[in-house]
């Protein structure tokens, strides 16, 4: 949960930039459940004292709803403080290491680009075949790309599945 308020707009500003505009902390937020209440909203005068303290605040919870760490005031806008805090709350959370994740999404979602530069280079080499014929090699590169066009279907189907 991220407790924010809006009359401190440079450091918002700040911490959107220097944490949530890093792609690995994007991709390992989707496996979390993320709230960022304002703090002008919450009920209760006692909490908004509780709560607005030390903003912008970062506070990270089990499935169960006990507070597993925080993170408050200037260390909250750090991405090496917030990149550590999440690890540790990804490793209580996950089986799978959270550097071992973000690689294996990054490759997945790398994917479509590499597809399409191997697709393009197929297509250049069936062109040039064209004026020097090649049984054997055009025979190859027809099943390079009925290969390539089962690993981009699969491929769609996984970036689809990340992007939920």
Not at 29 to 48: A, D, M, Q
Request: proline fraction near 4%; charged fraction near 40%.
């Amino acid at each position: 949960m991220r407790i924010h308020d809006p009359a401190d707009g440079k450091i918002s500003r700040s911490l959107e930039a220097n944490v949530f505009g890093n792609e690995r902390v994007g991709l390992a937020l989707r496996k979390f459940h993320c709230y960022r209440p304002n703090v002008e909203t919450i009920r209760g005068e006692e909490l908004r004292r509780r709560y607005s303290k030390n903003l912008p605040a970062f506070r990270f919870y089990d499935p169960a709803g006990k507070e597993l760490a925080r993170l408050e005031a200037k260390a909250s806008t750090s991405l090496a403080a917030f990149s550590k805090q999440f690890g540790r709350t990804w490793d209580r959370s996950y089986t799978r290491k959270l550097r071992d994740y973000t690689r294996a999404t990054t490759r997945i979602l790398d994917r479509p680009d590499r597809i399409e530069a191997r697709r393009a280079a197929i297509e250049r080499d069936l062109a040039r075949l064209a004026a020097k014929p090649n049984s054997r090699k055009k025979r190859a590169l027809e099943t390079a790309a009925k290969k390539l066009e089962q690993d981009r279907e699969t491929t769609r189907r996984k970036v689809s599945m990340i992007m939920l």
